[in-house]
């Protein structure tokens, strides 16, 4: 599970891309934070950078073949943010 100090810098969004699992290599459709739906592991991924190989990380029986679905996304848009006060 990511985990996040201030959930200000955080925005839930219902999209579809969340719903989605891609197989290892595949190429990662934003960057982000992307989970093994077998054994939970995380990474990191730049958008449109392969996914991890099958042999990135072990797998007992159970966890079967590595997916990786996308948890967090990091949006590139600009924000502002309004000045601290002086």
């Known amino acids: 599970m990511a985990i996040y100090k201030d959930?200000?810098?955080?925005?839930?969004?219902?999209h579809s891309v969340f719903d989605e699992e891609h197989p290892p290599g595949d190429l990662a459709p934003r960057a982000g934070i992307y989970q093994c739906t077998?054994?939970?592991?995380e990474v990191t991924a730049g958008e449109d950078v392969p996914l991890p190989a099958p042999e990135h990380h072990a797998h007992t029986p159970t966890d079967?073949?590595?997916?990786?679905?996308?948890?967090?996304?990091?949006?590139h848009r600009p924000k502002r943010?309004?000045?601290?006060?002086s």
């Open 64 to 75: 079967g073949m590595p997916r990786w679905k996308l948890i967090v996304f990091a949006d």
């Open 7 to 14: 959930g200000s810098f955080l925005t839930q969004l219902g």
């Open 38 to 41: 077998g054994c939970g592991r």
């Open 81 to 85: 943010r309004a000045a601290p006060e």
